[in-house]
């Protein structure tokens, strides 16, 4: 289905039962397509009613019309919120966006009531880089500066191209420029001093061999949490959830209830 909010056409799918407990929105990783979430959706969606979205720039919806930091997605996310009528939710943040949930954490007036929240594998911990690693990076920036000045690129346009195209992660290289911008700005945003303010029950799940957000930015979130726990997968990276789907699909429904056969909505 879509639907046109804030001037932007987005890709989104709800799924679940007429009578369900209460409502479930997945805010999905950096780069994926709604789709990827769809095992999450029918762990509780014989429960719960499950909304699952691209974000502008994400699977199917539109870019972002300018570059875009996880501020303007968290106001883009409000007005989705409002868009669908939706006053009270639990939230689920893969990756980029346990991004988005933190940063609503700083919001006092939200137009919706957040119940809890689960982050898997979440962003949002900028890691603290070694000399070796700031003096490479000075490296790069002086290289990319002197390469795609207009004389230098002019000459060699093509092997500067090619060696652009390999620098900076996977999601980076993979990236349109639009979206790029947008990385760069969420990559380069430390939001631990919000984690302190997140108010709901928060379940952190977690892949112990992750490389994109190690096991170490979740001790760290749930040391500043004020209420939480947390779930470590074993031998699971990323995308611990696909990984082990068994053992995930027993933690969400252990943790929303939805294997109770009564309950009040969330």
């Known amino acids: 289905m879509n639907i046109v909010v804030d001037g932007y056409n987005i890709n989104y799918k709800i799924s679940g039962p007429d009578d369900a407990k209460g409502t479930i929105v997945m ?38 019309r300018e570059p875009w930091n996880v501020e303007a997605y968290t106001e883009f996310f409000c007005k989705f919120m409002q868009a669908l009528e939706i006053r009270e939710a639990a939230l689920i943040g893969h990756s980029y966006g346990g ?42 920036k002086i290289m990319r500066n002197f390469l795609t000045s207009k004389p230098i690129h002019a000459m060699f346009p093509e092997v500067i191209d090619y060696w652009m195209s390999k620098q900076g992660s996977e999601d980076y290289r993979n990236a349109s420029p639009m979206m790029k911008k947008c990385l760069v ?35 760290l979130m749930d040391e500043l949490i004020p209420d939480s726990a947390l779930v470590v997968l074993e031998g699971t990276g990323h995308y611990s959830f696909l990984q082990k789907p068994q053992q995930f699909r027993g933690i969400i429904r252990a943790y929303f209830g939805a294997d109770m056969q009564e309950g009040g909505a969330l």
Request: hydrophobic share 40%.
């Open 27 to 64: 805010l999905q990783g950096w780069g994926t397509s709604l789709d990827l979430y769809d095992f999450v959706s029918g762990t509780v969606d014989d429960a719960y009613r499950f909304v699952q979205f691209d974000f502008p720039g994400f699977g199917d919806s539109e870019e972002p």
């Open 99 to 140: 991004r988005v949930i933190i940063k609503l954490a700083e919001h006092d007036d939200l137009p919706f009531r957040i119940t809890k929240i689960m982050l898997i594998d979440s962003a949002g911990i900028m890691p603290e880089r070694t000399p070796a690693q700031k003096a490479r990076i000075r490296r790069y």
């Open 185 to 219: 700005m969420a990559v380069n945003e430390d939001q631990r001093e919000s984690l302190p303010k997140i108010k709901q029950e928060v379940l952190l799940v977690w892949g112990d061999l992750d490389d994109a957000t190690p096991i170490s930015d979740a001790h």
